[in-house]
């Protein structure tokens, strides 16, 4: 998950990710640039953070995870009932 320091949606999202007891890798853009280059690079060109990937495919941002919790693509993602 491509985070920075002040960031409410980044705040959110580790929390739903916590609360369903998954583990996740935290990369900090606002601390090194060429982070912020890898994850355009990764997203597409997005710019907004979090951006997160799950098992190599891009959810997007909080509401994107959000919306992927209650669709069930989450579960997928993760290879489990999760």
Not at 35 to 59: A, C, H, K, W, Y
Request: aromatic share 4%; charged share 25%.
């Amino acid at each position: 998950m491509y985070t920075t320091a002040i960031c409410p949606y980044c705040v959110a999202a580790k929390s739903v990710l916590k609360a369903k007891g998954l583990d996740y890798r935290e990369i900090r853009i606002d601390s090194d640039p060429t982070l912020r280059d890898e994850m355009l690079q990764r997203s597409g060109g997005r710019r907004t953070v979090p951006q997160i990937f799950i098992n190599g495919q891009l959810v997007g941002g909080h509401d994107d995870l959000v919306a992927a919790d209650r669709s069930g693509r989450l579960a997928e993602l993760l290879g489990s009932g999760a």
